[in-house]
């Protein structure tokens, strides 16, 4: 059975709200492909930031909600490339559906989801 479905989570999962950061070295932030207009132009949001959508699609999908209909960074910082190392972001899906994620290579080590029903919340460290 589906531990996300609304008898388990008390209603409908309206909410997620998803961390994946690190705290880069210098030379990542310098260097790495995943910093470089040339390499990967959407930084930390392509890299981490992909893994807190995935779990969104995972959890919306499996209630009938998986389609993705907006997106925003509301807070960035990029570097001298216009490459995004710290990032918040909103996806706005289906069915009035949420997922707020911050995603970033300038911060201590976080990776987390918090999903959120009616009555029930579950966080995953």
């Not at 001298?80 to 990032?87: F, K």
């Not at 987390?112 to 995953?124: A, L």
Request: aromatic share 12%.
């Amino acid at each position: 059975d589906y531990v996300f479905n609304e008898e388990n989570m008390g209603g409908p999962v309206k909410r997620i709200d998803s961390f994946f950061c690190f705290m880069a070295t210098d030379d990542f932030v310098n260097n790495d492909i995943r910093t470089k207009a040339g390499g990967d132009p959407m930084g930390c949001i392509g890299d981490l930031g992909w893994y807190c959508v995935r779990m969104a699609l995972l959890v919306f999908g499996k209630t009938g909600y998986g389609k993705p209909l907006t997106a925003q960074a509301v807070d960035y910082t990029l570097n001298s490339e216009g490459v995004p190392l710290d990032a918040t972001c909103i996806v706005r899906f289906e069915g009035d559906r949420k997922l707020v994620f911050h995603c970033s290579f300038l911060s201590q080590l976080v990776q987390s989801v918090e999903i959120v029903g009616c009555t029930k919340r579950v966080r995953i460290e």
